[in-house]
């Protein structure tokens, strides 16, 4: 089954357009990766998908509908959008944050109920968090408060996680906390979408690759076919060597020279 489907899609800020002419499909439990060079609209792609920002061209359809046509609270009950960054400036607690996932769940004046707080719990042990709740947020590291975004996208129990840039700060422990999470959530039937610029990364979750170069597709499919040298020399300039091992992915060694 399809999650999200994009046909023909483009847009961006004003009279800007950004992003054009990208197709894309996201079945439950598969996970794509879209990368590419600083400025390729990478981030504004994942905007249009969570639909903060509307489609200028083409169409977006989350679970067969289009997504225009849901309410926005239904929406964020089956999107956990992940933004790169968030300025926290109001002194919340690691668990109010994170409590924030349940709110399109919950109706006017509704309390939590046991179900909201044992996703909250769940949310907080998945990521490492449990026993920082009561930690006030502006007192966190990049990374930890990385950790607590995730949390509350997971907190909303998603159908869809779209996540930008989710490991730019994690340490390496963190970043391979990151891959067990979000191969957990593929497994309950989760779709993702990942924003990365590490691309041994998102070769280690992606399913599908989606290349962007000037903001429309330069190259998509299947890692092992996209993944080529000369993919490098085309988007960045680049010569790398790739590492190919029968029954595994293939993995990016550091690039040589420039071209």
């Not at 609270?73 to 668990?95: C, H, K, M, N, T």
């Not at 990521?127 to 590291?141: F, P």
């Not at 730019?168 to 067990?180: E, F, G, P, T, Y």
Request: proline share 7%; hydrophobic share 45%.
């Amino acid at each position: 089954m399809s999650v999200l489907r994009a046909t023909g899609l483009g847009g961006g800020y004003g009279d800007r357009l950004i992003v054009s002419e990208v197709d894309l499909e996201v079945p439950a439990g598969r996970c794509t990766a879209i990368l590419g060079p600083n400025g390729s609209g990478k981030s504004t792609l994942l905007r249009l998908l969570a639909g903060v920002l509307p489609a200028r061209v083409g169409k977006v359809e989350l679970l067969g509908r289009p997504l225009a046509s849901w309410r926005r609270r239904e929406v964020a009950q089956r999107i956990g959008y992940v933004p790169q960054w968030v300025d926290f400036s109001f002194p919340l607690s690691v668990e109010e944050v994170v409590e924030q996932g349940r709110a399109p769940h919950l109706g006017p004046w509704r309390p939590a109920s046991p179900r909201d707080r044992a996703a909250v719990r769940q949310a907080l042990d998945r990521m490492g968090l449990a026993d920082r709740g009561a930690t006030a947020v502006r007192q966190l590291s990049g990374g930890e408060r990385q950790r607590v975004l995730l949390a509350r996208a997971l907190a909303s129990e998603p159908k869809l996680l779209l996540l930008d840039e989710p490991a730019s700060a994690l340490d390496i422990r963190h970043q391979l906390d990151l891959v067990d999470t979000v191969r957990g959530l593929l497994n309950d039937g989760v779709g993702a979408v990942l924003v990365v610029h590490d691309w041994n990364l998102a070769l280690r979750l992606a399913d599908f690759v989606l290349v962007l170069h000037d903001g429309r597709p330069a190259a998509a499919g299947l890692p092992a076919d996209v993944v080529r040298p000369e993919l490098f020399r085309a988007v960045f300039g680049v010569e790398v060597e790739l590492l190919r091992r029968e029954g595994t992915r293939p993995q990016i060694v550091l690039p040589t020279r420039r071209v």
